[in-house]
């Protein structure tokens, strides 16, 4: 069964343009989430959706980024325009919903921003 | 803001030693759990722990969560240089809500 897919996976890009991050989640899972990771920050939740709808985007930085689902298999995550801040690893995951669920983790895609 | 605080931040051992890292916060949660994360990879659960006191195994790992359910411990028996990664807990609070994750302890194990 193929785990949560991400692309690109590693993205480098210069200030000022746009970025799109792409996410399928395991089928059948009814949550997803964007997560950042940075050295001096850690992982943080920007997003989450359950069944397509975001339910919290308290996480997002500014309104340069913007995520949407429009369906159960597939999610992006849009940074427009583009900052050398933005520089990190983003994760996507997905889940069932429940006490003691588990999240699992896409292999991440790797931004740069020159 | 709820916040999880882990320690150490890094640690180097030489294999065969024995470990403890540790995740402490003021609130309390109704689940906590562990992930490793190597490199160039995403996080992946190692444990989840519900009930205050909960104590589990596996293999060589073993996860405490707190009486109160506010701290967790993970010790490694005999490390081994497969444990090397960076060990994150993560605090939620009930339903499937984002987990709000500490920044991990960084572990290296020396052959």
């Known amino acids: 069964d193929a785990g949560v897919i991400q692309s690109p996976r590693h993205e480098v890009t210069e200030m000022g343009q746009e970025v799109t991050l792409r996410c399928k989640p395991i089928s059948g899972h009814d949550y997803l989430f964007w997560y950042r990771q940075t050295m001096m920050r850690g992982l943080e939740l920007l997003i989450y959706f359950n069944n397509n709808v975001p339910i919290d985007d308290s996480g997002m930085p500014e309104d340069r980024f913007s995520a949407k689902m429009p369906n159960a298999s597939f999610s992006t995550l849009k940074i427009q325009p583009s900052e050398p801040r933005d520089s990190a690893v983003y994760f996507c995951?997905?889940?069932?919903?429940?006490?003691?669920?588990?999240?699992?983790f896409g292999p991440g895609t790797r931004l740069t921003v020159l | 803001t709820q916040l999880l605080e882990q320690s150490p931040q890094f640690l180097s051992i030489q294999e065969g030693e024995n470990l403890t890292v540790y995740c402490n916060s003021s609130s309390v949660f109704s689940s906590l759990q562990w992930y490793r994360q190597e490199p160039g990879e995403g996080p992946v659960l190692l444990v989840t722990v519900v009930t205050g006191g909960e104590v589990k195994k596996l293999k060589r790992l073993t996860f405490q969560f707190g009486d109160a359910r506010k701290d967790s411990s993970l010790h490694i028996t005999a490390a081994q240089t497969g444990d090397t990664g960076l060990y994150l807990c993560?605090?939620?609070?009930?339903?499937?809500?984002?987990?709000?994750f500490g920044k991990g302890t960084h572990l290296i194990i020396q052959p």
């Open positions: 995951a997905s889940s069932l919903s429940g006490i003691g669920y588990t999240q699992y």
């Open positions: 993560a605090g939620g609070w009930g339903g499937a809500d984002g987990l709000t």
